[in-house]
């Protein structure tokens, strides 16, 4: 069975050694361990060092960064060796280190040892059995009882040994506490005296914090609860308040300072949920919702996809566009879909049919805007005197009017 040898590892002036590596090289081969074989420990940075050794003889060399090894002592560890030190180890001495006078000596005294440990166990066999039959005692029954040092137990079968007693008067005669120095009948603790940050003075967590929130997950139910930070906040109506629940500043030395912060804003009868920002020189940053469902952003907002609005207007200054797409600015001195009504063509028709024919005797005519879509050049004797054309003029919708279309 493996022997522990643990402790923490120091210089000549109590001082722990880190970062040193223990070597343990076996001496002999024995059934646990085989000659020459080596196991290395590294001690952590507090000196500290905690191994399970196999019974054997075994040389200790002390490897530390920088400096030479250092074969500190040999060490033997038998199977019912207590655990340790390596100290006491190096101290104890081997079987190498006694002569074989000594080594009888110690031979006959574990021999004798085990006789007597084998006949203090007939013994204790023999009056186990004894007792055995002796019943255990009750408030009713004579017998075996079991003495007890407590003096806070309820038991009805234990029995109070003197020292219990003594401790119980002393308590009861005193009444006196001491907690972190402080005694006396009545005493009055700081947070510091139970590792506490003040409630009115504040103080610094060396230590992340960290919360469960135990209450119901329903929205409907978030009035009633609290959370794992909790903070309530009562204001008459009318002023104007900031009460953040968390801050932050943060410095970048010869850059910028700000100081980051959320909470509740009072203004007058509102309440809205705020982002601030200010910087050292007073320089401020707002990001606000309020309870009406609004958001106000002080700069540009980027979405990585989607910005939804699912009704009303969408502003960019005095500009907007609603829900059904339509674009309303100055630039179109209203709406988009009026202003394209108003200088767009809206549809196309052929006018009415109408009729020319130059005056007798034409030898060059033009016909009037339009297209012609058939011409007359007969009359009722067959004789070609002249002819006549027939044409449409072609006309277009615009704001919710037919205009003809004209030459120029």
Not at 65 to 70: A, D, L, N, R, Y
Not at 99 to 128: G, I, N
Not at 218 to 228: E, H, L, P, R, V
Not at 288 to 300: L, T
Request: charged share 15%.
């Amino acid at each position: 069975m493996a022997i522990n040898i643990a402790g923490i590892l120091k210089d000549g002036i109590g001082e722990p050694i880190p970062n040193c590596t223990i070597e343990l090289k076996t001496k002999r081969t024995t059934q646990n361990v085989i000659i020459k074989t080596e196991a290395n420990l590294l001690i952590d940075k507090n000196g500290s060092y905690s191994m399970d050794v196999e019974p054997g003889e075994y040389d200790v060399t002390l490897f530390v960064e920088g400096f030479s090894p250092k074969c500190v002592g040999s060490i033997t560890v038998y199977s019912d060796s207590p655990s340790g030190t390596l100290n006491d180890f190096l101290i104890s001495p081997g079987e190498s280190e006694l002569s074989p006078q000594q080594v009888l000596v110690f031979q006959q005294l574990r021999d004798e040892a085990k006789q007597a440990a084998a006949e203090a166990k007939q013994t204790y066999d023999l009056a186990a059995n004894m007792l055995s039959n002796i019943p255990k005692a009750s408030t009713s029954t004579a017998g075996i009882v079991k003495l007890s040092d407590s003096i806070t137990s309820d038991s009805s079968t234990d029995s109070a040994t003197s020292k219990a007693v003594k401790q119980a008067n002393d308590l009861a005669d005193s009444k006196v506490s001491t907690i972190n120095g402080k005694s006396g009948n009545a005493i009055t603790l700081s947070a510091v005296d139970v590792d506490a940050v003040s409630a009115t003075t504040g103080g610094t967590f060396a230590q992340p914090i960290t919360g469960t929130y135990i209450g119901s997950n329903a929205y409907a139910d978030q009035y009633n609860t609290k959370s794992a930070f909790y903070q309530s906040v009562q204001r008459p109506a009318g002023g104007s308040e900031y009460h953040p629940i968390i801050k932050q500043r943060t410095v970048l030395p010869s850059v910028n300072a700000y100081a980051f912060s959320m909470g509740v804003l009072v203004g007058g009868t509102d309440l809205s949920w705020l982002l601030h920002m200010i910087g050292s020189g007073g320089q401020q940053v707002n990001h606000k919702w309020d309870v009406k469902g609004n958001y106000n952003a002080p700069k540009s907002i980027t979405a990585g996809q989607d910005i939804i609005a699912s009704g009303g207007w969408v502003y960019a200054g005095n500009s907007y566009m609603n829900s059904s797409g339509d674009i309303n600015g100055s630039a179109f001195g209203g709406t988009l879909s009026s202003w394209v009504r108003k200088n767009f063509i809206q549809g196309i028709r052929r006018g009415s049919q109408q009729y020319t024919r130059p005056p007798d005797g034409t030898a060059n005519y033009e016909i009037p805007d339009g297209y012609i879509t058939g011409f007359n050049n007969s009359t009722n004797d067959g004789n070609l005197r002249f002819c006549g054309w027939y044409f449409r003029v072609p006309m277009y919708l615009v704001n919710g009017t037919w205009v003809n279309a004209e030459s120029n």
